[in-house]
RNA sequence: GCCGAAGUGGUGAAAUGGUAGACACGCCGCACUCAAAAUGCGGUGGGGGCAACCCCAUGUCGGUUCAAGUCCGACCUUCGGUACCA
């Protein structure tokens, strides 16, 4: 008979939404648990099997705690300001408010189906102006601070020292140069089509989907993220993350040391150019200096006579995109550009032009030349290099195509001590060669030894240098957080004022950013609004009676950007602490409480193993030092689910026809299934595949219990008999106790619910098992298949809910055996299996093995020279 | 190229340095049934033997150890990230 899955999770579906069974305490004296998942971003697609994954691992935690006695926060909201509402608004005209809405009580239903142990009196959404106020408020933060380096931290910006001979309009440029949000022309990437600028990692997916992306410089937000840079690498090791994701926010924090080297640069003009370097040790080695082509060095430099090719250069390489700098499209010698996927560092064509003007060496005095080429960027370090061909590949081929000398300045050894003329490029390190200051000192002590003579001269300093760029904070699109601030007519700043916070977003229909300059009605845009002006500015710009409004007397015109999409996530982990304070992101208690050490677990996808992960390490650090968070880390446990691939083993998606549905799998095996499925699938971690035979073991697993518990739709009473084998009975149950527990510790459940299977196996042959047993299983039971535990819980006669029963301990003294298979080994093979009695001594253990036939008649005319035996498991006899 | 993770039956996968393949899917058999489904019980890495048993087997090749899927070295493959960052 099958188990009537869908009456029983309705029912208590209904009776945990009556009773508010999940809601967290305010109890702030019991020790607290909180367990986070990724909130998503509510799509018009509705959830996919891959959401539910690591849902019902954290729930299956939540409730584990809860049983354990632990006042567990475990919330769910909805990330939901972003583009595809807005662009299915432009083509629909339905406002996102409208569909964002739509999509949220999907979602909700939907997890609701699955039986999650959410406190939904939490719920939270980014848009609404009740979360994104203090979105805003974090953001004035941002915007009224400055870091600090004396001190390392950031500091109210009314602390900043302001030097005295500025007049009004420097002082304000001052100030705004070190605000933590502050405003900057950058090259950014547009889209036309979008009418917006993109983050450099949401390039390639609109790229990919047919969309054209451009570089152009345009007044962008920004917030100063790199000011944190050694912070947020500093801290990593305070975290219990996956390795990789560790490793791939160091790789892009990007941390590197080595030394800022000043060149004088031999013109009429008194100018110094300044490079890093890592390898300070080669400074004798280097015979020419790129420049960035955007440095602005390069108009004071460059003599008359090579202006012309200078500008040309600049110009070409201004109309190149990134990706086409990046792979070398342009050669010396006429080569066209690589093929895509082809590309080696080595190979890659290098392409600049002289200046025309000499960097003079500092320790030489020889005159160098100085280049502009693309391969070097203005984005990192000064944006200028020491080239030193001999040991850099990059330089190498440059001074190859050019005919530049190349002189090497660092030998590598071999093991006999001679040198082994390894071929140039030499990268690796060696010991320092036709260097005066450093000569024979290997690399490690002649670049300690070089930056101490630069900087006893005055010519360089030691210097760690991050790849980490400050964040590009502003968006042009109307579906997100508006900027609290103003402009003055002369252009000063006017930041919100905190109790007038939020600043509404204003009701538009009209979604067609003023910006898109490229043709109306793209391929792309079904239903164009209006002509598009050009001007790169948000559809708020249109909102006149929004954007201008006066205060004290004064004409103030607003910021028309909002903020991008990782504005509302964050912080959200703090609002749940405290989600309906209108004074306050969170009162100052809950967030002591609930934020202890940061967030207890958090699990979701390893997509947001560097943005997500890294912008809320920032805000939080930002808070931390403005005294409003208590803790250094916002995530302490980091856990990311696999992938859930298609039944033929690749990515789920439309086009394939593979993907899995959660409603339609709810509808046939029930939502305890589905959890235990999805559970039972693999290591959490792991990408796998999903397969409808496999469901269907579990689906007969769950029936069995419930044939096990009932009989014609009452308690089975033979169950609950006293056992004729009780040891059996409790053997077995505290094994699985124990097994249970600690794997939902380490988060094994897979390996726990085999170890439920066993139970289940065992109990069908002994047939009745007692009460006590019964109920502690069924309790096991409950985090993974909430709904059929919580009806067995009913009919074995209690009337609260199992969710607030107290978890079953185990007791070690009944998982000791009384026999062991013993294993007896010689040389390391398996000659015999004997049962013996636990506890043997190892003499007797030997007497006995050496009594087994088998093993006389192998250890006959054999010299016994070791034996070794492992207590209660084995021998092992060495001839 | 660089960084990270992983390679175990027909399949998903288990294994504190100590009996490789728990648990499940699939398959085979038995019981129940007129029959089937469902359910219950049993078998199932490969090769050999009537059998007790024996040999082989955790990507490849070496090493450490009484003992290696597990530790070390080199290599191969797959996946994820990243890429002119000086």
Redesign the pocket.
């Known amino acids: 008979?099958?188990y009537p899955f869908a009456d029983i999770e309705k029912k208590w579906q209904d009776e945990w939404e009556k009773r508010q069974t999940f809601n967290a305490e305010n109890d702030f004296t019991k020790p607290k648990y909180y367990v986070l998942d990724m909130f998503p971003y509510p799509s018009g697609a509705g959830l996919h099997v891959g959401h539910p994954e690591g849902y019902t691992a954290t729930d299956i935690v939540a409730r584990y705690k809860r049983m354990q006695g632990y006042n567990v926060l475990h919330p769910m909201g909805w990330d939901a300001f972003g583009l595809p509402a807005e662009r299915y608004a432009m083509q629909t005209g339905i406002h996102p408010a409208i569909t964002t809405k739509k999509n949220i009580d999907n979602f909700r239903r939907q997890l609701k189906s699955l039986g999650f142990s959410y406190d939904w009196s939490r719920e939270i959404n980014t848009t609404d102006a009740d979360y994104y106020k203090f979105t805003q408020w974090i953001f004035l933060k941002l915007f009224n601070s400055y870091y600090d380096t004396k001190v390392n931290k950031a500091l109210p910006i009314e602390e900043l020292q302001i030097p005295q001979n500025l007049n009004g309009k420097e002082r304000e440029e001052f100030i705004a140069s070190h605000r933590l949000a502050y405003i900057a022309s950058m090259p950014v990437n547009w889209c036309a089509e979008l009418g917006t600028v993109l983050a450099?990692?949401e390039v390639e997916e609109w790229v990919g989907k047919g969309y054209k992306v451009e570089r152009r410089p345009m007044r962008q937000w920004m917030l100063r993220i790199t000011a944190y840079a050694e912070r947020l690498l500093d801290d990593l090791v305070h975290v219990d993350w996956?390795?990789?994701t560790l490793?791939?926010q160091?790789?892009?924090i990007?941390r590197?040391t080595?030394a800022l080297v000043t060149f004088a640069v031999d013109t009429q003009h008194a100018v110094s150019l300044q490079?890093?370097?890592?390898?300070p040790d080669t400074l004798y080695g280097v015979t020419f200096m790129?420049l960035?082509p955007e440095h602005p060095l390069v108009d004071i430099i460059t003599p008359e006579s090579h202006k012309k090719q200078v500008a040309e250069y600049r110009e070409k390489t201004a109309l190149k995109t990134?990706l086409e700098?990046?792979?070398?499209v342009q050669h010396p010698k006429g080569a066209g550009a690589l093929p895509v996927?082809e590309?080696?560092?080595n190979k890659?064509?290098?392409?600049g032009v002289m200046v025309g003007a000499y960097a003079i060496h500092p320790l030489t005095n020889e005159k160098i030349p100085i280049y502009i080429a693309?391969?070097?960027?203005?984005?990192?370090?000064?944006?200028?290099?020491?080239?030193?061909p001999a040991h850099?590949e990059?330089?190498f081929?440059f001074a190859e195509a050019f005919g530049i000398e190349i002189k090497p300045v660092v030998e590598t050894h071999g093991s006999t001590g001679s040198p082994t003329g390894a071929p140039l490029p030499r990268i690796e390190d060696g010991v320092a060669v036709n260097s005066p200051i450093i000569d024979g000192l290997k690399t490690q002590d002649a670049k300690a030894k070089m930056i101490e003579y630069l900087e006893k001269n005055k010519i360089g300093e030691r210097r760690v240098?991050y790849?980490l760029r400050d964040w590009l904070f502003s968006r042009q699109r109307y579906w997100g957080e508006p900027v609290p601030i103003s402009f003055t007519e002369d252009g000063f700043m006017v930041a919100e004022e905190e109790a007038d916070l939020p600043l509404v977003l204003p009701e538009s229909q009209n979604l067609q950013p003023s910006g898109g300059h490229g043709t109306s009605g793209s391929a792309h845009d079904t239903k164009t609004l209006f002509v598009p002006t050009g001007t790169g500015e948000s559809p708020l710009a249109h909102l006149t009676n929004w954007v201008n409004f006066s205060k004290d007397g004064k004409k103030l015109s607003r910021e028309t950007n909002t903020m991008p999409q990782w504005a509302g996530s964050s912080w959200y982990y703090l609002r749940f602490a405290d989600p309906h304070n209108k004074e306050r992101f969170a009162s100052k208690e809950s967030e002591a409480y609930w934020l202890k050490d940061g967030v207890d677990l958090y699990v979701g996808g390893?997509?947001h193993?560097?943005l997500h992960l890294l912008y809320a390490r920032f805000w939080h650090k930002v808070l931390y030092d403005l005294g409003y968070v208590t803790s250094i880390e916002p995530f302490k446990k980091l856990v990311h689910q696999g992938i859930i691939l298609g039944e033929d083993?690749s990515?789920m998606s439309k086009s394939r026809g593979n993907v899995i549905n959660p409603d339609m799998v709810v509808a046939e095996y029930g939502a305890d299934t589905f959890r235990l499925y999805e559970m039972?699938?693999?290591?959490l971690?792991?990408?796998?595949?999903w397969?409808s035979?496999?469901i269907?073991?579990?689906y007969?697993?769950l029936?069995?219990i419930y044939?096990l518990y009932f009989n014609d739709g009452k308690i089975n009473s033979k169950l609950l008999e006293k056992p004729k084998n009780e040891k059996a009975v409790l053997k077995i149950l505290n094994q699985t106790i124990k097994k249970v527990s600690q794997d939902i510790e380490s988060l094994?459940l897979?390996?726990a619910?085999?170890?439920m299977?066993?139970f289940?196996?065992e109990t069908?042959?002994l047939e009745s098992i007692g009460k006590d047993a019964a109920e502690k299983f069924v309790q096991l039971l409950h985090p993974f298949a909430p709904h059929l535990s919580e009806e067995i819980w009913q009919a074995l006669g209690y009337s609260t809910s199992i969710a607030k029963s107290a978890w079953p301990t185990f007791d070690p003294s009944l998982l000791v055996e009384d026999e062991?298979?013993a294993?007896i080994?010689i040389?390391?093979?398996?000659?015999?299996?004997q049962s013996l009695k636990v506890g043997i001594s190892d003499a007797d253990f030997e007497n006995f093995a050496r009594k087994i036939d088998?093993i006389q008649v192998a250890l006959e005319r054999k010299t016994i020279r070791?034996v070794?035996v492992?207590k209660n498991?084995?021998i092992?006899f060495?001839v």
């Open positions: 008979m099958a450099n990692e996956p390795q990789s490793e791939l160091k790789n892009w990007g590197s080595g490079v890093f370097t890592t390898r790129v960035a990134d700098r990046q792979r070398g996927g590309i080696d560092v890659k064509d290098k392409s693309d391969y070097v960027l203005m984005g990192y370090g000064t944006g200028a290099i020491m080239a030193v850099d990059r330089d081929a240098q790849k390893a997509e193993a560097v083993g990515k039972f699938m693999g290591p971690e792991q990408m796998k595949p397969s035979k496999s269907e073991g579990i007969r697993f029936a069995r044939r094994s897979n390996t619910i085999s170890q299977m066993i289940v196996n069908y042959k062991f298979e294993v080994q040389n390391g093979k398996i000659r015999a299996r088998s070791k070794i492992v498991k084995m092992n060495v």
